[in-house]
Antibody, heavy 118, light 107 residues
Framework: DVQLVESGGGLVQPGGSLRLSCAAS????????MTWFRQPPGKGLEWVAN????????YYLDSVKGRFTISRDNAKSSLYLQMNRLRAEDTAVYYC???????????WGQGAMVIVSS | DIQMTQSPSSVSASVGDRVTITCRAS??????LGWYQQKPGKAPKRLIY???SLQSGVPSRFSGSGSGTEFTLTISSLQPEDFATYFC?????????FGQGTKVDIK
């Protein structure tokens, strides 16, 4: 089965750091751009970052630029999101997913909750 | 940034009803748009890609249309499992942006 499984969520204090991981299986991970999305409690979805299939390009939401870093390890079929200098407004469920395109491939993880609070 | 204006924000409908949801982009995005369904506590599920192509495994009562700035998701005959929140997402420009969502609930 095609699958993404996130891990690494939790409670962190403002200004702290957290690293999310996303393990892929059932497809050739190294062929696909990947994405992180997030959804604050009770609110809509927000795109966070994209990374090219070989890791050579990445793009970020302005509000996370300089604080978050998306990366990947194709040998491990894994995607990561390093989150530094976390703020209360970063509190959300974070989803890894294949990058939305005009082709038919689409896979999402189950989500990882990140709570930034003192 | 490309703004996606989605309407209505909510709709009350009955099983068997036809439901139409619209997204309007602040600038042309060709057909770089998908429609998603999300149920409480679950990850979004894509229903339509490239504005009008049905995702594999999605029932044919879902359809999408449009190009450029105006897009529509139609559910031809609402089923009990379709009560959910629906979002559009543009992937033409950065940042990628979503519509505000439409909650479809039972009348």
């Amino acid at each position: 089965d095609v699958q993404l499984v996130e891990s690494g969520g939790g409670l962190v204090q403002p200004g702290g750091s957290l690293r999310l991981s996303c393990a892929a299986s059932g497809f050739t991970f190294s062929r696909y751009w990947m994405t992180w999305f997030r959804q604050p409690p009770g609110k809509g979805l927000e795109w966070v970052a994209n990374i090219k299939h070989d890791g050579s390009e990445d793009y970020y939401l302005d509000s996370v630029k300089g604080r978050f870093t998306i990366s990947r390890d194709n040998a491990k079929s894994s995607l990561y999101l390093q989150m530094n200098r976390l703020r209360a407004e970063d509190t959300a469920v974070y989803y890894c997913a294949s990058r939305p395109t005009i082709d038919g491939f689409d896979v999402w993880g189950q989500g990882a909750m990140v709570i930034v609070s003192s | 940034d490309i703004q996606m204006t989605q309407s209505p924000s909510s709709v009350s409908a009955s099983v068997g009803d036809r439901v139409t949801i619209t997204c309007r982009a602040s600038q042309g995005i060709r057909n770089d748009l998908g429609w998603y369904q999300q149920k409480p506590g679950k990850a979004p599920k894509r229903l339509i890609y490239a504005a009008s192509s049905l995702q594999s495994g999605v029932p044919s009562r879902f359809s999408g249309s449009g190009s450029g700035t105006e897009f529509t998701l139609t559910i031809s005959s609402l089923q009990p499992e379709d009560f959910a929140t629906y979002f559009c997402l543009q992937h033409n420009g950065y940042p990628r942006t979503f519509g505000q969502g439409t909650k479809v609930d039972i009348k």
